[in-house]
C-alpha cells in the first residue's frame, strides 16, 4: 500500500513568525521559515487521516486543497494540537459523516472540556460538528493501516507518538520511556521534536533530538515543533546528512507491505 504524508505544520506552539516578533527567522524570506502549529496528513487507500487539529486547521485544509477527513488521531489535548476541531464542520456536509476522533484518556477528556458544545448534544439546529471519540488502548486499524501508539513523557503529560508501517511521529516530550524504544525499531523514517538550541522542561533540544536519532536509528529524521530560534538553512546546514528540519508542505511518499 502507498502512503502520502504531508507536513501540515511543523512550528511551535506560538508559530511561526510570532506575532509581534521582528528576530531573523521571523522576518525571512525563505518560505521555510515559515511554520504553522504541528500536524501531519496521511493519504492512503481513498482514505485521510490527521494527527492533531492545529488553529491553523483551516489554513492547512485549504493551503493542501484536503477534499475528505476520515478521521484524527489525538498526540495529546494542548491547544495547538486541538483548537482547529471545529473547522471539521464542512467535511460533516459530505454525506453528514462524522468524523471519528481517537486519544488516551486524557486528550479525549480534554478535548469534550475545550469543545464541551460539541458532545452536549443538546442542539438540535446543526452548525456543530459532528464527531465521535475512541479511547486509544492499544494499535487501531484505520482504513487497512495500522497505528501502534508510542507513550511518551512531556512533563508530567503523558503524550502519544503513532507508528505506521515505517514511518513514526513523534511529538511534543521531553522523555521517551524506555518501554517505548521497542515499537521504534527498523523505521524508513521518524518525527521528532526538536524545538531550539536553549533548553525546554517539556520539549527536546536539537543536541537532544540528535542523540533520539542515534540511539533509534532511522533510515531518515525529522525535526518538528520548531520555535523562532532555529533557521530552516543555516539549521540544516549542521545538521547530518541523514537529518532534516521538516517544513510546512514537506510530502514524503512511502510504501507498507
Ligand atoms: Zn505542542
Ligand atoms: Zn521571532
Do not use: W
Not at 16 to 33: E, G, K, N
Not at 236 to 242: C, F, S, V, Y
Request: hydrophobic share 40%.
Amino acid at each position: 500500500m502507498r502512503i502520502e504524508l504531508t507536513v501540515l505544520g511543523s512550528g511551535t506552539s506560538m508559530g511561526v513568525p510570532t506575532i509581534s516578533c521582528r528576530c531573523a527567522v521571523c522576518t525571512s524570506p525563505d518560505p521555510h521559515d515559515n511554520r504553522t502549529r504541528p500536524s501531519i496528513m496521511l493519504r492512503y487507500n481513498e482514505h485521510v487521516v490527521l494527527v492533531d487539529t492545529t488553529p491553523d486547521f483551516r489554513f492547512q485544509m485549504l493551503r493542501e486543497q484536503v477534499d475528505r477527513l476520515d478521521a484524527v488521531l489525538y498526540t495529546h489535548s494542548h491547544a495547538d494540537h486541538i483548537l482547529g476541531l471545529d473547522d471539521v464542520r464542512p467535511f460533516n456536509l459530505q454525506e453528514t459523516k462524522v468524523i471519528p476522533i481517537y486519544g488516551n484518556r486524557q486528550a479525549i477528556d480534554g478535548v469534550r472540556r475545550v469543545f464541551k458544545y460539541i458532545f452536549d448534544g443538546n442542539y438540535p439546529f446543526g452548525g456543530v460538528p459532528l464527531v465521535q471519540d475512541h479511547l486509544i488502548n492499544g494499535p487501531i486499524d484505520l482504513f487497512g493501516l495500522e497505528f501502534v501508539p508510542v507513550r511518551v513523557m512531556h512533563g508530567y503529560l503523558e503524550v502519544l507518538g503513532f507508528r505506521f508501517g515505517p514511518v513514526a511521529y513523534l511529538t511534543d516530550y521531553n522523555r521517551i520511556p524506555d518501554s517505548s524504544y521497542p515499537l521504534l525499531r527498523d523505521l524508513d523514517v521518524i518525527f521528532l521534536d526538536a524545538l531550539r538550541h536553549m533548553s525546554h522542561p517539556t520539549h527536546m533540544t536539537v543536541a537532544q533530538a540528535l542523540q533520539e536519532v542515534e540511539k533509534i536509528a532511522p533510515r531518515r529524521a525529522f525535526f518538528t515543533h520548531i520555535a523562532h530560534d532555529l533557521g530552516h538553512e543555516e539549521t540544516n546546514a549542521k545538521l547530518p546528512d541523514h537529518v532534516r528540519l521538516c517544513y510546512d508542505g514537506m510530502r514524503l511518499e512511502f510504501d507498507t507491505d
